[in-house]
């Protein structure tokens, strides 16, 4: 199975940067329904009488392999939001340009990636209809996008589907009759949700209550002849709202020959569930307007659509202009609720974790303070907010190190109603800050930037240059935009680094060491078992892997699974094989958490006794650890220990035990993808160590002896997960020798 999906997977290979716009199908081979299809495929073209300067408005019928045809913005305009556009055609045709390309090509100028859905009409000869033609296909669009999401610069929460009459109803449906993917399916495709995070429905046909009444002929050719009422009620998106339904954008025009009701009770369903719409309903513009200009009110609508999209938070308004750090109120007052302070920074010294715990301010004022604090562990900027509608919040974010005499560009973006902060280090998004209500206030006063952190031959001043401020919560695409021109150096493990490519592994030879065969049953014992009470009374001699902590691990469906099970210790687990594993290894292994934005999971690696290099971390004389996390960190042993998915943190951080001391920090790769399996290799070699997830560096680090203790090297490696994620299944585990090429 897995050599025929890596086929299949050539055949969806696309280009990564395209300037102009390609073409992918939406399934491979045959499309499911289309079985027994005999059509033909047929464009043709009509005139263009809308009294725009379109060059084409042609139709298309007869389609039996849908497609994608995929419009990327350049790369320094990507917002990374995607709509996926369905042209209407009343399910005979298709107006592919006038409600398809024309509208893709529109978005991918507004930075916005377009991809039109050529999908298949009904064929009743051959059985097929919408269900099992047309909103499969949407659907399936929907799952491509997320899933080349990565390639082609799009947020994986920011894909909207907009339709245009016919495919509007496709794009309710879409709304209204999705799936969260299946995790475990082999087509990675399929493991993607099918939920468009946005809905726009242009003119849109949508309740097949209203229209059977009207059309009964069209009703049936849609869902089938023997379609009763409750079938038509199953497929009418007015009956289908739940508070899951995305946040929609309606336009209609009341002159419109299908009426203003389908639209008007489509908004009044998401508004009886709680859900956020908005309807624009013209005087004038008929129907079939899409996005050509024709003078008419409704033509208005697109600009009206941007709006909203910024409004809800899909789309980051422009920077706009700055404002000097002498127009930052002096006030908490008249702090701003929504803001973005930006500013160069340079430390006089290398700044390093260690020593006793020391803080800075950065920046003191009214409404916002932001302190450097070195700890014997990492770096941290704590961040304080205050002003008028609530409590103080204040939270942190992590770094590893600041280079002396370099100057870094440094941005804290907020939105105090959503408790929401995020940090940026050179232009790159470090974390999402989760905030707690502090008790203590700012004071009114003057802003102050720079200071001093500790004292003596080791103090580590901050030279702040370059304030600058908005009144709004500036996105990533909108910093990046306002540093554009700007010299920044490339951030090297400080925070969190967008590393390019994947392993070289070119100038080494690999030997397989060690290969779980999780087809089995697994081999585990818990280490309570191993206990009398509070002594370690046993070792494991004949067990491959054994559980510490509240939980379970077995095998099933060719995989290891690990679940929380109780609340003991938080719930934490660690999985220890029990093999001790050389230097210079390559480990290798696939997980599938049950949600990629809630969980954190770590390996450790090259992990001895603290106090007995060469010693069992099984050795009798070892408390019990009991996956209680300061007991891994800072207990009785030392190793590597490497957090290479944080669900909503984003970063993969690179630690060094005893102590927890922060190395280093890179991009999570797994964060907001798809459930799994994902590919996870670490490659160690010495003091470099590299991880990889997802065919992407994530995280480099060369160990030099001077940070936390000497270079570790050879040990154990357990796999840890902490126990808000709940349950991980790992597809397979192996561990590579690495040794240098023979002449390099």
Not at 166 to 195: C, K, M, V
Not at 351 to 361: F, K
Request: charge should be positive.
């Amino acid at each position: 199975m897995r050599i025929a999906f890596a086929t299949l997977l050539l055949a969806f290979a696309v280009p990564l940067l395209a300037s102009e716009p390609f073409e992918i199908a939406i399934w491979p081979g045959i499309a499911p329904g289309s079985e027994n299809s005999s059509v033909q495929e047929v464009y043709t073209d009509r005139p263009v009488n809308d009294g725009s300067n379109a060059r084409r408005d042609r139709a298309v019928t007869g389609v039996t392999k849908p497609t994608l045809t995929v419009y990327l913005p350049p790369e320094a305009k990507r917002t990374g939001v995607a709509v996926v556009v369905c042209p209407g055609g009343g399910f005979t045709h298709l107006a592919i340009d006038k409600e398809g390309h024309d509208v893709a090509r529109w978005l991918a100028r507004r930075g916005i990636a377009g991809v039109v859905v050529k999908y298949r009409t009904p064929d009743p000869k051959a059985g097929l209809y919408v269900t099992n033609g047309a909103a499969a296909d949407v659907a399936r669009a929907i799952r491509i996008v997320r899933h080349h999401g990565a390639e082609w610069g799009v947020d994986p929460a920011r894909i909207g589907v907009m339709g245009f009459s016919a495919g509007g109803y496709l794009a309710a449906l879409a709304g209204t009759r999705f799936d969260t993917g299946d995790r475990r399916a082999a087509d990675p495709i399929n493991q993607q949700s099918s939920r468009p995070d946005f809905l726009t429905l242009v003119y849109p046909l949508v309740s097949l209550v209203r229209h059977s009444g009207r059309n009964r002929a069209r009703v049936e050719r849609m869902l089938g002849p023997e379609a009763n009422l409750a079938t038509i009620e199953r497929y009418s998106p007015e009956k289908q709202v739940t508070p899951a339904t995305p946040r929609a954008f309606l336009v209609q025009a009341d002159d419109d020959h299908l009426t203003p009701e389908h639209s008007v009770g489509f908004y009044e369903a998401l508004h009886e569930a709680g859900v956020r719409a908005e309807l624009h309903v013209y005087s004038r513009g008929g129907h079939g307007f899409g996005i050509r200009a024709r003078g008419l009110p409704a033509s208005n609508w697109k600009d009206r659509w941007v709006e909203w999209l910024r409004t809800e938070g899909f789309l980051g308004a422009e920077p706009g202009p700055s404002r000097p750090s002498a127009d930052i109120p002096h006030s908490r007052a008249k702090f701003p609720r929504t803001g973005t302070l930006a500013l160069r920074l340079r430390a006089s010294r290398l700044l390093v974790p260690g020593g006793e715990r020391a803080s800075v301010n950065l920046v003191s004022s009214a409404g916002l303070r932001a302190a450097i604090t070195r700890t014997p562990a990492q770096l941290q900027l704590d961040l304080t907010l205050d002003g008028a509608g609530g409590p103080p919040l204040s939270g942190n974010a992590l770094l590893s190190h600041l280079k002396a005499d370099r100057w870094y560009h440094l941005a804290v973006a907020w939105d105090r109603p959503a408790r929401r902060v995020e940090l940026y280090l050179n232009g790159v998004l470090q974390q999402s800050i989760r905030l707690w209500v502090d008790s203590g206030r700012l004071e009114d006063t003057a802003p102050v930037f720079g200071g001093t952190l500790g004292g003596g031959a080791g103090a580590v001043t901050f030279t702040v240059d370059t304030v600058r401020w908005y009144e709004r919560f500036l996105r990533e695409e909108q910093l990046a935009t306002a540093l554009r021109g700007s010299s920044l150096p490339a951030l090297e493990g400080e925070g969190r680094s967008p590393y390019k490519g994947a392993l070289d592994l070119s100038d080494y030879q690999t030997e397989l060491l060690y290969e779980a065969d999780f087809s089995k049953k697994l081999n585990v014992v818990n280490e309570l078992d191993l206990f009398d009470g509070d002594r370690r009374a046993r070792q494991p001699r004949t067990a491959e892997w054994v559980l510490e902590g509240d939980g379970r691990a077995w095998t099933e469906g060719g995989s290891a699974h690990v679940e929380t099970t109780g609340n003991r210790n938080d719930g934490h687990l660690v999985l220890w094989n029990t093999r001790r594993f050389p230097d210079n290894v390559l480990i290798e292994w696939e997980v599938s958490p049950l949600d990629s934005m809630h969980g954190l999971t770590i390996l450790f690696f090259s992990t001895t006794p603290k106090d007995n290099h060469a010693g069992s971390i099984f050795d009798l004389s070892l408390p019990k650890r009991d996956g209680l996390f300061k007991n891994y960190h800072s207990g009785a042993l030392n190793g590597y220990h490497l957090s290479y998915w944080a669900g909503d943190r984003r970063t993969a951080n690179l630690r060094k035990n005893h102590g927890f001391l922060l190395l280093s920090a890179g991009i999570d790769r797994i964060m907001g993808q798809s459930p799994g399996p994902h590919l996870v290799r670490l490659l160690k070699v010495g003091g470099q160590i590299q991880l990889e997830a997802n065919g992407r560096t994530s995280v480099v680090y060369n160990d030099n002896g001077t940070a936390g203790g000497p270079v570790w090297t050879d040990g154990y490696i357990g796999l840890r997960q902490m126990g808000h994620t709940k349950e991980m299944s790992s597809a397979s585990f192996k561990v590579y020798q690495v040794k240098q090429r023979a002449g390099d």
